[in-house]
């Protein structure tokens, strides 16, 4: 069993940064794919970033360039950097693990899910 406890989400204004983290526990879970996942009301849940085991990032082309996923193995902590925020960004932010690093970051490699922490940015 595999425990994802976010942190950091708020408020921020359009163009502003936040950094999300999310602390893993359990076992085995530094063998899985990590990453992060948002759901905006009335939309389905998207992925937005993921980390292998060996930390190699990769992103949704929307985020790119703006968002940075990282982890840190000694703090057994998963992270996502994001800066020039938009509205349309505003999202339930969610940790997630499993088997979804390879044919792009989806829903249905997920095995773990964190209970997410909300990301609003106005304009």
């Known amino acids: 069993q595999v425990q994802l406890v976010e942190s950091g989400g708020g408020s921020v204004q359009a163009g502003g940064s936040l950094r999300l983290s999310c602390a893993a526990s359990g076992y085995r879970y530094r063998s899985y794919c990590m990453g992060w996942f948002r759901q905006a009301p009335g939309k389905e849940r998207e992925g937005v970033a993921a980390?292998?085991?060996?930390?190699?990032?990769s992103y949704a082309d929307s985020v790119k360039g703006r968002f940075t996923i990282s982890k840190d193995n000694d703090k057994n902590t998963l992270y996502l950097e994001m800066n020039s925020l938009k509205p349309e960004e505003s999202a339930m932010y969610y940790c997630?693990?499993?088997?979804?690093?390879?044919?792009?970051?989806?829903?249905?490699?997920?095995?773990?899910w964190g209970q997410g922490t909300q990301v609003t940015v106005s304009s």
């Open positions: 980390i292998d085991p060996d930390g190699r990032p």
């Open positions: 997630a693990a499993g088997r979804f690093c390879l044919g792009g970051i989806s829903t249905t490699g997920v095995a773990y």
